[in-house]
């Protein structure tokens, strides 16, 4: 954890409001993304993400950065949670709309690329849906939040090894789910 991180859990942790508060701005977003990734709906996103903040703030003072990786990956850990809770409710059916997978896209001067572009995220948005709930959220965790296998491992309760096999076996099925979408694109 860094310094910053530390000091802000530490002041937080004895509930000074603006502490928490700059925390939630510094790690806002990277949590909405990764719910959003997940479920069905913007509105669903938003009170999953609240949710998460709001468990943080009332167990802040039990982080403790000696048996939590970081405070970053205590809030995914929250995150993974929740949404495994709402799947055990609802079986959500996840939808990654282009604005989910791009927000930080902007719009290309050259028709052909926009396009392109916006076939590469269709094919992403199908390959994603055939992944389990638990492999989507370990491919999001690696590649869209950047984190170590040992990160995500500590978020879902896995092994490090446990999860590369995961992570493995999601892009394998990933690739063929691309491949075939490639081959019924040439064909059609």
């Known amino acids: 954890m860094n310094d910053s991180d530390a000091f802000l859990v530490a002041k937080a942790a004895r509930r000074d ?3 928490f508060s700059q ?20 509105a669903d996103a938003e009170d999953i ?9 009332r167990a802040i003072e039990r982080f403790s950065p000696k048996h939590d990786a970081s405070f970053i990956s205590w809030l995914f850990r ?8 709402r799947y055990r409710r609802h079986h959500d059916v996840v939808s990654l709309d282009d604005s989910t997978l791009m927000e930080s896209h902007e719009s ?24 389990t709930s638990e492999q989507r959220g370990v ?10 296998a040992r990160e995500v491992g500590d978020i879902i309760g896995k092994q ?3 999860v590369r096999g995961m992570q493995f076996r999601a892009l394998e099925a990933m690739r063929r789910a691309l491949l ?8 059609g």
């Open 17 to 19: 409001r603006d502490a």
């Open 23 to 42: 925390l939630y701005d510094r790690y806002f977003e990277r949590i909405y993304r990764f719910v959003r990734l997940r479920v069905s709906n913007q």
């Open 49 to 57: 993400t609240a949710g998460v903040f709001l468990n943080a703030w």
């Open 78 to 85: 929250m995150a993974h949670n929740a949404l495994t809770d």
């Open 108 to 131: 290309s001067e050259q028709p052909e690329d926009e396009l392109e572009s916006r076939l590469t995220i269709i094919a992403l948005q199908q390959a994603l849906r055939i992944l």
């Open 139 to 148: 491919v999001l965790l690696r590649f869209i939040e950047g984190l170590s």
């Open 160 to 162: 490090e090894g446990a």
């Open 180 to 187: 075939l979408s490639r081959e019924g694109d040439a064909l």
